[in-house]
């Protein structure tokens, strides 16, 4: 695989230690640079003092020479001296060679010299079979006086260091090479335990059964004051929620699977008794029989279109369809609620608590009446003759209307509370088919409370349950 620039993908650490070899060789190229600079530039302040003194040197030889040009080299001048003195008639110039010796100039570096401007600077001219010079000019009584000193101390100076740069330069690069690759290596080493943990969890069958996303990053691995830390944290945050996520997807597909066996065992009673009755019904010639028949398979009709109602109102709740929302006055639908209770349910004994003010709320009344009949039906169904239930009204601090339905009936069995709200969820003693029960009032009343943002609550114990319905205002 190649990037667009054309080059091979590398991993992490071969780019970032190959960033850091080139960071160091570009730092060891400018240091050497200004180095070498600073220092030709300091060599040439000395070679330039000296040439001053030369000069000096070379005028005090006219001073005492009474003005003309001398013909030999001032005493006191440095090995390599170049001394010049030029006038309009007449140039000569020498040099003092390695051995002391005061050697005449050619007349090709005399002219070279004569050159030179008399500007008060020093100049770096290229004398003929001498090399490179750092050369003055000055007028002295009518006499040009040309000095110079040779630069090759200073390029020999110059060429060794820049050798001994690139030396030091090279093991610098190669030493920093070495440690990038270390550093780098053992700083990664996290990142290449999450790029793991990644790969584990890549590696799982997330598409069926029961995913347990067990694979972590492990905590000293999640300070979020590193870079690493942050991308560890963000995978366990990621990894913790795909978690919960596929759970609440295997818990949703057991549900429909348990949802959809509880279904058709519900439906296939009432067909079974329609298709005995009806059978019998076709086989007695005795119209007392045949109408005993025809109202069973009545009875069970009625029993199972509510039931098949009660799955398409769960359903399109399910499905988040629209409520029918309107003011809702809450003390009228509980007086109601329990009016009809009192028909149904004559040997209970009916109480009712109400605010002196209505308590209106916003709502679907229908619904709101369904969730109230269910939770009285309730109460009725799986509480002995004589209990005392009462259905209590308020509102609260937090702005929600808060209706309540306390029995003093012998309670919910503990292990079956947790669960009560859940779809034909029967107690096996109490809750049968014979009281009439399809195990779905407790579920839409939870389901109808819930789309109108609102929430239900059961606390139970003998003597005391109390089931607690609280919707927003």
């Not at 060789?25 to 050497?32: C, G, H, L, N, Q």
């Not at 001994?164 to 070495?178: H, K």
């Not at 519900?266 to 028949?293: K, N, V």
Request: overall charge negative; glycine content about 10%; proline content about 5%.
């Amino acid at each position: 695989m190649r990037s667009r620039w054309g080059f091979a993908a590398r991993s992490l650490s071969v780019r970032v230690a190959a960033a850091m070899v080139v960071l160091v060789a570009v730092v060891s190229v400018v240091i050497s640079v200004l180095t070498t600079a600073a220092i030709s530039s300091y060599l040439t302040k000395q070679l330039d003092s000296k040439v001053q003194a030369s000069q000096g040197r070379a005028i005090g030889v006219l001073t005492k020479g009474g003005g003309g040009p001398p013909g030999d080299a001032p005493h006191g001048q440095d090995a390599g001296t170049v001394t010049a003195y030029l006038t309009p008639s007449s140039a000569s110039g020498n040099v003092i060679t390695a051995d002391g010796v005061v050697a005449d100039l050619s007349d090709t570096a005399v002219s070279v010299l004569d050159d030179v401007p008399v500007d008060g600077t020093n100049d770096t001219v290229d004398l003929p079979g001498l090399g490179e010079y750092r050369v003055h000019a000055s007028q002295f009584e009518g006499v040009t006086v040309v000095t110079g000193l040779p630069t090759k101390d200073i390029d020999d100076t110059i060429n060794s260091l820049i050798g001994w740069e690139v030396l030091f330069g090279g093991i610098g690069v190669l030493t920093a090479g070495g440690v990038a690759v270390f550093v780098v290596r053992r700083q990664l080493r996290p990142l290449r335990r999450v790029a793991q943990t990644a790969r584990e969890v890549a590696g799982l069958r997330l598409d069926t059964g029961e995913i347990g996303l067990t694979a972590r990053v492990p905590d000293q691995l999640t300070d979020e004051r590193t870079e690493v830390g942050q991308v560890a944290v963000a995978l366990n945050t990621l990894l913790g929620r795909m978690e919960h996520a596929l759970d609440a997807r295997h818990r949703s597909e057991q549900q429909v699977r348990q949802f959809v066996a509880d279904a058709s065992h519900e439906l296939r009673t009432p067909l079974t008794t329609i298709h005995g009755y009806a059978q019998l019904s076709l086989r007695q010639r005795d119209p007392e029989l045949y109408t005993h028949a025809m109202g069973k398979v009545m009875v069970e009709a009625t029993r199972m279109a509510s039931l098949v109602e009660d799955l398409l109102l769960l359903a399109r709740l399910d499905a988040g369809r629209p409520l029918d929302l309107r003011p809702v006055d809450l003390n009228r639908l509980a007086q109601d609620s329990v009016t009809d209770a009192r028909i149904v349910g004559p040997d209970h004994h009916w109480a009712l608590n109400l605010p002196p003010e209505p308590l209106v709320v916003t709502g679907d009344e229908q619904r709101l009446h369904q969730v109230v009949a269910n939770l009285l039906s309730n109460a009725r169904r799986h509480t002995p003759a004589g209990t005392t239930v009462t259905v209590g009204l308020m509102a609260d601090d937090r702005h929600s209307a808060v209706l309540t339905i306390h029995d003093d009936g012998p309670g919910i069995p503990a292990d079956l509370q947790p669960n009560v709200f859940e779809r034909f969820t029967r107690a096996d003693a109490s809750r049968t088919r014979d009281s009439g029960g399809s195990g779905l009032g407790l579920s839409l009343a939870q389901s109808i409370t819930e789309a109108h943002g609102g929430v239900v609550t059961v606390t139970s114990r003998p003597g005391d349950t109390c089931f607690t319905l609280a919707l927003p205002r």
